[in-house]
């Protein structure tokens, strides 16, 4: 009995640890059309694209969309859950948005609208594991990016 208690509580011990982790690093979109890279800046989490399929144009100030923010000022609002913005450059609009790991490797991104009427979301594929595939200086390529956005 002591010993599926204690089984129990490491058992939870461990999801609760990997639950809590945060999902930087190389996500693969939903439909494969791109890589977006998210990273810790100043605590919030910040996702550029790192990589398109086809070259997009960024429908509002039509400049290229590689290396434009995503994901914008994500903060943690609880365990394995962040909330901020998502920007579409489809139609150039950004909408309230979270963000939640479902998995070791997936993430769910969500973006709504109407105060959180009407959502709609993708699961985000991570690409390699999270550190080797990018790197720590290639992952702060983000937050350099995003700085004067995020003052």
């Given at each position: 009995?002591?010993?599926a208690f204690v089984t129990l509580v490491a058992t939870t011990m461990v999801s609760g640890t990997a639950l809590a982790a945060e999902p930087t690093g190389d996500?693969?979109?939903?439909?494969?059309?791109?890589?977006?890279?998210i990273d810790n800046c100043g605590g919030a989490l910040w996702g550029v694209v790192a990589w398109?399929?086809?070259?997009?144009?960024?429908?509002?100030?039509?400049r290229p969309t590689l290396g434009s923010p995503v994901l914008i000022n994500m903060?943690?609002?609880?365990?394995?859950?962040?909330?901020?913005?998502?920007y579409n450059?489809?139609?150039?609009?950004?909408?309230?948005?979270n963000v939640r790991m479902v998995?070791?490797?997936?993430?769910?991104?969500?973006?709504?609208?109407?105060?959180g009427v009407f959502c709609g979301?993708?699961?985000?594929?991570r690409v390699g594991d999270g550190n080797a595939t990018t790197g720590r200086r290639a992952r702060s390529e983000v937050c350099s990016r995003v700085s004067a956005i995020s003052q």
């Open positions: 009995m002591r010993l996500w693969r979109t939903e439909d494969g059309s791109a890589i977006i890279r398109e399929k086809e070259p997009g144009r960024d429908s509002r100030s039509g903060r943690a609002s609880s365990q394995a859950r962040w909330d901020g913005q998502i450059a489809t139609n150039g609009q950004t909408y309230n948005a998995g070791d490797n997936t993430l769910r991104v969500e973006g709504c609208v109407l105060g979301g993708q699961r985000w594929t």
